[in-house]
């Protein structure tokens, strides 16, 4: 049994990763639904009142899918990752592994790697899944833009994972750490609508698939992804130094 | 083993541990006893690297990678089958035993019938019995047990006494309990934590010698009045207390005397001696004279 098989049994027997898959792909597919028949639904259920809506583009079935994937999807991503990143929410399960392995990044790495990689995929399926509906029901979003908006994002989520192992390594519990995640990652924007430092920020790439889809230019996200790459690592960094000096 | 000087542990105002000095020999089974709050748990978390002390230093004498920890209350991720647990445990240390040690502990840990089952359904008891298997797996050099048996039923804490008696010389054991008898049974060393001091630190054997009061418990046949008598002339004698209708407890002013003079006493009443032996002396009547 090794520390990566662990981590994979942690995700398939709590199901964990039912949930996050679940949930990009339920966004995957409503979102280019959603885009295409929104002026159907509200009249059906508009009570009467006439809204119209301009045809829906291409870029709207992605863009109703990062709406909501930036949301429910990032609170399931930073619920799951701080189930398997709160090494001492349970103080005998942290001695446990604390007291057999010579460095706690042997540890903290395979749980960030395979959390990362599940949280990857689920949006990896959810694009996918949007796509596929948008090409079927509004018209063709081309796969270059999307790949790389796609890619953007990925970044961004692995930059989360990042941020709650280190917020983990100062808290005790897993709400705690799922509360303290989203404080910082919902204070990110609100720190960006400074002028000139959003664009800087990782969460500038919120929304890069939708970006990218419409026509965004690659360099518009190409600081905020290095910033993203450096904060995402010295969190990792941080993370694996803060746990290994906390006391249990 | 382990040599400890000076530990303090503060928390805020709340001193844990005050001035500690350990000795822990090796091949030892080391027992730390005192009441819940006199510091066990801290000074094992100390020792085992957990925790951090406010000043003073630890040495221990193996590498980090030959000392295994088992807390009072082992958990485990539910989903886990005892099995892997074992296995977890073996294979993520720096030295793994061979695979098959993972059946070999389970067996001895009595858990052999519920290998393949998840841990979430497990009793106190049988946690604790695989948490004692997880650390033993690996065969340490230093392991360090947080009250072991204190969530055990009679035959499991008799299986957890085996097994610790069995690690004497293999292994040196630091054993923190409150059950004093287990403590007695098992430990060749003894170190009593009282309000985060240490109050005795030795042998169990010299303890219990120290406290002997040189006391003789008689069993008698009827008529004992004579010979309750015949022990109150004798002046080597300091006490005679009838316990029963048949039984004396008698208290010598030496061990010397009483050994030379109470056979003699006793024929020359002509009493008729069902059965006669020292009053024993238990770690537990020492310890609570210690501490309370």
Known sequence: ?248 | MIRAKGLTKRYGDVLALDDINLEVPVGSVYGLIGPNGAGKTTLLGIVAGLRRPTSGSVTIDVPPSDVAVLPDTPRFDTWLSAREVIDLARTIGTNPAPPDRVDTVLNEAGLADAADRPVGGFSRGMLQRLGLAATVVNEPQLLLLDEPSSALDPIGRREVLDLVARLRGESTVVFSSHILADVQEVCDTVGILRNGRLVYQGSVAHLLSERTTPRYLVHLRTPIEPTIEALRRSDWVVAVDQLGPDQLRIEAASVAEAESSLAAVLAGARARVVSLGPEAVTLEDVVLGMVT
């Open chain 1, 1 to 248: 049994m090794t520390l990566w098989r662990l981590e994979w049994l942690r995700l398939v027997r709590t199901r964990r990763w039912v949930a996050l898959t679940f949930v990009y792909l339920f966004f995957g597919l409503l979102g280019p639904i959603t885009a295409r028949y929104i002026g159907e639904i509200v009249k059906r259920f508009g009570g009467g009142v006439t809204v119209s809506f301009p045809d829906p583009t291409p870029a709207d079935g992605i863009t109703q899918f990062v709406g909501n994937a930036s949301q429910i999807g990032l609170l399931v991503a930073v619920v799951v990752a701080a189930g398997a990143l709160s090494l001492d929410a349970v103080p005998e399960i942290g001695t446990f592994f604390r007291t057999r392995v010579p460095s706690l990044a042997r540890i903290l790495l395979p749980r960030f790697t395979v959390t990362s990689a599940v949280v990857v995929g689920a949006f990896a399926l959810g694009t996918l899944a949007a796509w596929y509906e948008t090409v079927v029901l509004i018209g063709n979003v081309p796969a270059g833009r999307l790949l790389a908006g796609w890619i953007l994002g990925a970044i961004y989520l692995v930059f989360v994972v990042a941020v709650v192992a280190l917020v983990a390594a100062r808290t005790s519990s897993v709400l705690t750490t799922v509360l303290a995640t989203m404080v910082i990652l919902l204070g990110l924007p609100i720190a960006g609508i400074v002028p000139d430092v959003g664009e800087w920020l990782p969460s500038h790439l919120v929304g890069a698939l939708d970006g990218m889809v419409r026509g965004v230019a690659f360099t518009e996200y190409l600081r905020a992804t290095v910033v993203t790459v450096i904060a995402g690592t010295v969190a990792l960094w941080a993370a694996i130094r803060l746990s290994s000096r906390r006391e249990s």
